[in-house]
């Protein structure tokens, strides 16, 4: 089926005021996250241009089919970026495509500096969005602070287009770094890696990305951590990290910025798990329970991301979500699929009166069942 | 500022509810003589007053559940009350409404510097978050100004922010988890020791929703390792569109101040005369804070008083000790105390984009002169967050509604080039029914529909946040 492709806010919620079909809703299709819907094919991506951009206000505002890429050429131009730093799905699903800012805000995508500066919520400023009736509704602003009425801007983010079609979002940018710093130590064991995260996150120092590989480039677990500021800067908290650390191992510095930039982004975007087999879980967890969590869950290889707070987990077909689901219940914290067989339920079982606010909360923005329906269920619901 | 009329059956209920009240709370928790609830009348919004029903101040989250789920049971509106801090009357009650204090939920729960997050119970105040952690190098980052007094529970029910969230981002982004007590009892929790919460961002939405979704009882936030140190400039200009063309620089340039402070003429002389900081006698003033080891504070201030020189500054002065740093801050965060010692004020929250500062401080100063009433003016400037401060005599008759109405048309102002009525402080009553000028009918409409769905009686404070004109179909509908 041709995907339906509108080209103005008005004419999206055209289609959804006269549709009773389902819609099955993405931006560039490069994120297929969640349960398959079944419904008629809408892309946001004719809804595209950058609206407002005030560098001296940290501001953008732009249609939700707006390419990242575009955006992120525009910000770079004036030395500014999204500091939330969004990973690039393409690579591990194997999906092509153009990712767009909506697709970013919709799946709350966010990279390593999530630990130091917030997720994409956090710089959501404000949206616009169709609901399930085709009404057009607006939230937030394009101001940094803003407590005017509920806010639907961080409801909406991460919410899949279950509650509404994004059509616009303004954003908060932050000024680029002049130097990256990247230290990292080669041969320690989990436990010992998360140790040495939670050690340097927890100085005065500043840690914009702390991971750690199970199985790095040179095949040995690698330690990492990022630090950016100015020249002198960067030099002088490397040096005090390295003292901070010496009792976990030796820790090396790069500030090339090639090589920096290159081993962030791999980390970002989980390319160790690039081409590989298996299913592949995303666990956010307090960093400390993580090594115990893997250590428990078995027969999987580790990326750990946010100082152990996110983990990469790549594990054998089909076979390890009901482990993952238990072992996760006891340590709290949640699981989703990212990529596998999906037959478990994608998305962490909600205890039952959050799920039951969850619910009532679609069904009032989406009183019919249009937008992405079933994208979201719970397990014991799910389609598939 | 209308509310909406007691309803003559709750009070007539009066003596059944709180014996309710008394069989699942001990008889010091349960406030019912009117000689005491009056102490429950009003926040710090003190223009307007009503003493409640009852107060309640349980010590427990089964206590909170308890409480609300005989109030649900007989239709009695509960009006959630942190420290009663409010600028917007949150806590204001009505003559048929229970308050719910949470000051007796104070304890810290737990500390945990390896996953850098502290769980307290919601009553706690701001200031003490940041004093159980402090001896170990950590603090909670958000401040806003009644830290000393004001209640985790009122930060998270108005999303507070403060002069450092330029740099650390306001209640929301440091907020990792609650326990919270829906209006019928039932006790959910949202995230946790982990980030970002599972399913739809509920924490999100019930983070500045002003106590009308739920009572937040227990907490857990984000704490971080304090800087090493932390050094402000003081930059004096002779014009505001000068400062304010610099703030813009600053932020253009790439580097990220933790405060940028704005003061103007009226207020630094107000403060100067209250707290002699040593202000310079000019048109604007701002205080520019940076973070780092003393050398990295001095790269940035350098970079920082290179932009200061390219506008022409008046004064231009560096803290070189921590006596002259509390100096620089003294007259800043006494601005309100020094208004205060002058006349009655009221104090403004609306939020505009930076580059319309000049503009709208121009438009103010007009509009003062229109009104024949002074104001002051004193900001975030870095993230736009205006706090004007409008003076008027509460005993002279009439002076009241004038500064209202010329409160409500700086708001109109900051909404209309493209700001919002309120930034840190929340709409409560005070910005209640300038809401339409904001959003449009089904903007509100669908706010309202997230109540709905959380509190479908409209019994947690029903008559705060919307235009009570839009809000009575829900209201009445659920009585």
């Not at chain 1, 805000?105 to 917030?118: K, L």
């Not at chain 1, 975007?269 to 329970?289: A, E, N």
């Not at chain 2, 939405?205 to 857990?220: K, M, N, P, R, Y």
Request: net charge negative; charged share 20%; glycine share 12%.
């Amino acid at each position: 089926m041709k995907d339906l492709r509108p080209e103005t806010e008005a004419e999206l919620a055209g289609i959804v005021r006269d549709t009773s079909e389902p819609l099955r809703i993405r931006g560039g299709g490069t994120r297929p996250i969640g349960v398959r819907v079944n419904g008629a094919p809408l892309t946001t991506a004719g809804l595209s241009g950058i609206d407002l951009y005030e560098p001296g206000a940290l501001t953008l505002v732009a249609k939700a089919g707006t390419p990242l890429a575009e955006i992120e050429a525009a910000l770079a131009a004036e030395g500014q970026r999204l500091a939330f730093e969004p990973m690039d799905h393409r690579g591990l699903l194997g999906t092509e495509g153009e990712p767009t800012i909506g697709g970013v805000f919709a799946a709350n995508v966010s990279g390593p500096r999530r630990i130091q500066c917030g997720a994409a919520r956090d710089f959501l400023l404000g949206v616009r969005f169709v609901d399930g009736r085709g009404e057009v509704i607006r939230n937030g602003g394009r101001v940094m602070k803003n407590v005017t009425g509920y806010d639907l801007v961080k409801l909406m983010a991460g919410s899949y287009g279950t509650l509404g079609i994004l059509t616009e979002v303004a954003l908060k940018v932050l000024p680029k770094t002049q130097v990256t710093g990247s230290l990292s130590c080669e041969g320690l064991d989990d436990e010992t890696a998360i140790a040495a995260l939670c050690r340097a996150l927890g100085s005065p120092y500043e840690v914009t990305g702390a991971a750690h590989m199970q199985a790095g480039p040179e095949g040995a677990p690698r330690t990492m951590i990022r630090i950016e500021g100015t020249e002198a800067s960067v030099a002088y908290r490397a040096g005090e990290l390295r003292k901070v650390l010496a009792a976990f191992g030796e820790f090396t510095i790069d500030t090339d910025p090639d090589s920096t930039k290159a081993t962030w982004r791999a980390i970002r975007d989980v390319q160790p798990f690039h081409g590989t087999d298996g299913d592949i879980w995303r666990l956010s967890v307090k960093p400390t329970d993580a090594p115990g969590l893997v250590a428990r869950i078995g027969g999987a290889e580790a990326l750990y991301d946010w100082g152990g707070g996110l983990i990469w987990l790549r594990v054998p077909k089909g076979t390890a979500g009901p482990n993952i689901r238990t072992a996760i219940a006891e340590t709290g914290g949640h699981a989703t699929l990212i990529r596998g067989t999906r037959g478990g339920g994608v998305f962490q079982p909600l205890a039952p009166p959050v799920a039951a606010l969850q619910e009532c909360l679609r069904k009032r923005f989406d009183p019919k069942g249009l937008l992405n329906p079933g994208l979201m269920a719970q397990a014991n619901e799910a389609a598939e | 500022m209308e509310m909406p009329a007691p309803n003559p059956d709750i009070l007539s209920r009066k003596a059944d509810l709180v014996a309710r009240l008394l069989d699942i709370l001990p008889a010091d928790a349960v406030i019912s003589d009117p000689a005491e609830t009056r102490a429950y009348e009003c926040d710090a919004l003190t223009a307007y007053k009503c003493p409640p029903l009852a107060a309640v101040l349980p010590s427990t989250t089964q206590e909170v559940s308890d409480v609300l789920r005989i109030c649900h049971e007989m239709g009695v509106p509960v009006v959630p009350r942190g420290s009663g801090t409010s600028l917007a009357g949150g806590a204001l009650p009505t003559e048929d409404s229970v308050i719910l204090g949470v000051a007796r939920l104070n304890d810290v729960i737990e500390t945990d510097y390896d996953n850098r997050f502290i769980r307290v119970q919601s009553g706690r105040t701001n200031l003490s978050v940041t004093g159980a952690v402090e001896e170990d190098g950590y603090f909670y980052a958000p401040d806003p100004s009644s830290q000393l007094a004001c209640a985790i529970a009122g930060n998270i029910a108005m999303n507070s922010g403060g002069a450092h969230c330029l740099k650390y981002g306001v209640t929301t982004n440091n907020l990792l988890g609650v326990t919270m007590v829906l209006m019928d009892g039932t006790v959910i929790e949202l995230g946790g020791a982990h980030l970002d919460a599972e399913g739809y961002d509920l924490l999100g939405l019930i983070c500045g929703s002003e106590g009308q979704l739920g009572v937040v009882t227990e907490a857990t936030l984000r704490i971080l390792h304090k800087p090493e140190g932390a050094r402000p400039v003081l930059i004096g200009f002779d014009s505001n569109e000068v400062a304010g063309a610099c703030v813009s620089d600053i932020i253009k340039a790439g580097v990220l101040p933790v405060a940028i402070e704005f003061m103007d003429r009226p207020c630094i002389r107000a403060t100067e005369d209250f707290a002699q900081a040593g202000y310079p006698d000019c048109e604007a003033l701002l205080i520019v804070e940076v973070e780092g080891s003393e050398a990295e504070i001095d790269e940035q201030l350098e970079t920082i008083m290179g932009i200061a020189r390219t506008h022409d500054p008046v004064e231009l002065r560096q803290s070189g000790s921590a006596e002259e740093s509390a100096k620089i801050w003294l007259g800043r965060k006494s601005a309100f105390g020094a208004m205060g010692n002058i006349n009655d004020y009221m104090c403004l929250d609306g939020t505009i984009p930076v580059s319309q500062l000049p503009y709208v401080l121009k438009r103010i100063g007009e509009m003062s002169k229109e009104f024949g009433l002074d104001v002051a003016n004193v900001f975030h400037a870095g993230d736009g967050n205006m706090h004007p401060l409008i003076l008027f005599d509460a005993n002279k008759p009439g002076d009241l509604e004038t500064c209202e109405a010329f409160g409500a048309e700086i708001l109109k102002l900051c909404v209309e080039v493209g700001g919002c009525l309120t930034g840190e402080h929340g709409v409560g009553i005070e910005k209640r029914d300038l809401m339409a000028h904001q959003y449009g009918e089904r903007d509100l409409a669908m706010q309202m529909a997230v109540k709905d769905v959380f509190d479908p009686k409209w019994l947690l404070n029903p008559a705060k946040v919307f235009p009570l004109a839009a809000s009575d179909a829900h209201r009445i509908a659920a009585e």
